[in-house]
């Protein structure tokens, strides 16, 4: 369970406040126009900014005395943030240690990773010998090596054509049911959080206005922002 208890964070003229709560092995979307707060609150939970008030919780135990690296989560960006200097195989055993001082256990991890996002024939490349697509695959096997039970998503996959990021949903998805992990992940698209989701959470002027099962995501619901929300994205 990760949860956000009544949550305050304050920059210059903005003001959000955050009430959430993620069920374990979720997935839930972060959605609302440009401005409601989706990246903000990942990057609460991440620990990169800290709340003036309330708390974060994960399985009831506070993160807010732990470093980004001490939490139990991995994230993954818009931006791949691949060292070019570094071959996929060191790129996505950075997820497991940090000087690349891997047992032999471990780098049979890092190999299972890249076969399993569809990479391992390019493992010993480097980035730039990439498509962006491929690239954004090696993110997401570096996320898949490190033990942590919670994804943090910051629409990783918005540039890319429209196919590509279909099987980089399906992929994130079948991922996240076999290994029961809980994904966050901001979107734009509505298609999107349809193809992936389990639950919604719709933000709009820095706060959580309506949490529900994905099959309530319509154009039709009572929430006027949300309905229109929807409407503009179909």
Request: proline letters at 5%; charged letters at 20%; aromatic letters at 6%.
């Amino acid at each position: 369970m990760l949860e956000l208890n009544r949550v305050q964070y304050h920059y210059h003229q903005e003001r959000f406040e955050f009430d959430l709560a993620v069920e374990p092995g979720s997935i839930v979307a972060l959605m609302g126009p440009s401005g409601a707060g989706k990246s903000t609150l990942l990057a609460l939970v991440a620990g990169f900014i800290e709340p003036s008030q309330g708390d974060i919780q994960v399985n009831g135990h506070s993160l807010l005395a732990q470093l980004p690296h001490q939490r139990p989560l991995s994230m993954l960006f818009q931006e791949h943030n691949l060292f070019a200097h570094l071959t996929i195989r060191e790129n996505i055993g950075l997820g497991l240690h940090p000087g690349l001082k891997l047992t032999k256990a471990q780098q049979a991890q890092v190999e299972q990773a890249a076969q399993m996002v569809g990479i391992g024939e390019y493992i010993d490349r480097l980035p730039e010998q990439l498509s962006g697509g491929q690239k954004q695959r090696v993110a997401l096997a570096r996320c898949f090596v490190q033990p942590h039970p919670i994804w943090l998503l910051d629409e990783p996959f918005s540039a890319l054509d429209p196919v590509i990021r279909e099987e980089m949903l399906t992929l994130v998805k079948r991922l996240a049911t076999e290994k029961q992990i809980t994904v966050v992940m901001v979107t734009h698209h509505v298609s999107d959080a349809k193809a992936i989701a389990s639950h919604f959470a719709f933000m709009r002027r820095g706060k959580v206005e309506v949490t529900e099962s994905i099959n309530q995501l319509t154009s039709c619901h009572n929430n006027q922002h949300l309905s229109a929300f929807v409407r503009a994205g179909e």
